[in-house]
C-alpha cells in the first residue's frame, strides 16, 4: 500500500491530529472498521490531461539526459512536484481517505527503459 494522507472531513470528525498518537496500521484498521474508505484514483490517467512535455519530466536534474523522458510519471515527483501534489489534492477534494505514492514504475527494470536505473533505490 503506498502512503496515506486524511482528508479535512476525517481529521476534522475526529479532532485535528487524533490520528498522529496512532500507529499507521492501529489507524487504518480504525479507520476501515467504521466505514468505507475511499481510495485515490489514477495518477497517469490525471496527470495526461496536463499536457506536460518533455521539458516538464526533464526539469533541470535531467536537462542533459540523453533519452526522452516523457510519459516517465514518476519522475515529475522529483520535476513538477507542484503536479503530483495537485492531482493528490484534487482526489482529497473529491473525497478520497487514502493517497497512494507517485511510484509505478519506481523500479529499476522499469526504470532502465529511460536509462535511469541508477536514481532508485
Not at 14 to 27: D, H, I, K, P, V
Not at 39 to 55: I, W
Not at 58 to 82: A, E, Q
Request: aromatic share 10%.
Amino acid at each position: 500500500m503506498g502512503a496515506f494522507t486524511w482528508n479535512c472531513n476525517t481529521m476534522t470528525a475526529r479532532g485535528a491530529n487524533w490520528w498522529q498518537a496512532l500507529s499507521t496500521e492501529q489507524t487504518l484498521k480504525t479507520l476501515f472498521g467504521e466505514r468505507i474508505v475511499i481510495l485515490d484514483g489514477a495518477m497517469g490517467t490525471t496527470l495526461q490531461k496536463y499536457k506536460l512535455t518533455e521539458s516538464d519530466f526533464r526539469g533541470t536534474r535531467f536537462v542533459n539526459h540523453p533519452k526522452d523522458l516523457r510519459g516517465n510519471n514518476d519522475l515529475l515527483s522529483l520535476t513538477r512536484p507542484d503536479v503530483v501534489y495537485d492531482v493528490h489534492k484534487r482526489y482529497l477534494d473529491a473525497g478520497a481517505d487514502i493517497i497512494e505514492t507517485n511510484t509505478f514504475s519506481g523500479t529499476t527494470i522499469a526504470m532502465a527503459d529511460y536509462l535511469l536505473e541508477d536514481i532508485v533505490y
